[in-house]
């Protein structure tokens, strides 16, 4: 079974950063990763170029214009392109857990989709710039 995460993303580098870095510390890595990108500047795609050298599995980024909110959209682009058996779909700013996707592996049924929970870091801006600073979870 192949899994591909999904990360929308805009305009944060710095999250972005920090998810990398955590997808790095995953316990059991997912097959490909695929930056679904809403329109961002040029340093988000200099970041996603930076980080597709040496990464442990697949990275690949999809982008459009920025002409609104429209990140169903880029999602959906996103999954034309993956070639996963499994999809894990995860927003810019949260960031995972080392035994995520091992967990989800373990979990996954056919015909089910799971959710997650998360904490709302944004609620601690200090501590959210702590993480960003660091690049690690």
Known sequence: ??????VVTYNNPGALEVILQGILKQHVLPEEVIIADDGSDPDTAGLIRRWMTGFPCRLIHVWQEH???R???IRNKAV????GD?????DGD?????????DFREKIR??????GSR??????????????SRQSI
């Open 94 to 102: 949260l960031f995972w857990h080392p035994d995520f996707i091992r």
């Open 86 to 90: 499994y999809l894990v779909f995860s």
């Open 67 to 69: 002409t609104g909110f």
């Open 1 to 6: 079974m192949k899994i591909t995460a999904i």
């Open 119 to 132: 904490v709302f870091l944004t609620r601690s801006e200090e501590h959210t710039s702590e993480l960003q």
């Open 71 to 73: 990140a169903a959209h």
């Open 110 to 115: 056919k015909n089910t989709a799971w959710i």
């Open 80 to 83: 034309r392109v993956s070639t």
